[in-house]
């Protein structure tokens, strides 16, 4: 079974960056789906970007032009670039797998997704 383990978060201020790792504990095939979710106290879990074993990607609009996801394939491994951080991006950070996954993009909702790691923690605060 998949199983992810996200590392990377950190407390930073705004503005500043980090790099989210997320790895794969298994071998999803040659068609998966993954994605990245963040949770802040009291809200429900949101969408933040996804991406295809073919490589296309899905942004929600809060990380647009911020957020970067990408993925090394042959090392099980996803990333998360966050840039220009906002006190308001604070919260835990989760990776998620769906496998197999036939679709042409990723669509950014927990239901989708299968398997999930137990989170990262980011705090931006000045």
């Known amino acids: 079974q998949v199983q992810p383990v996200e590392s990377g978060g950190g407390s930073v201020q705004p503005g500043e960056s980090l790099r989210l790792s997320c790895q794969v504990s298994a071998y999803m095939g040659g068609s998966y789906c993954m994605g990245w979710f963040r949770q802040a106290p009291g809200k429900k879990r949101e969408g933040v970007a996804g991406?295809?074993?073919?490589?296309?990607?899905t942004y929600a609009d809060s990380g647009k032009g911020r957020f970067t996801i990408s993925q090394d394939s042959a090392k099980g491994t996803l990333y998360l670039e966050l840039s220009s951080l906002k006190p308001e991006d604070t919260g835990m950070y989760y990776c998620?797998?769906?496998?197999?996954?036939?679709?042409?993009?990723?669509?950014?909702?927990?239901?989708?997704?299968?398997?999930w790691g137990k989170g990262t923690q980011v705090t931006v605060t000045s």
């Open positions: 991406i295809t074993r073919s490589g296309s990607t």
């Open positions: 998620a797998a769906k496998a197999p996954c036939w679709r042409g993009s990723v669509v950014l909702t927990p239901e989708e997704f299968d398997s």
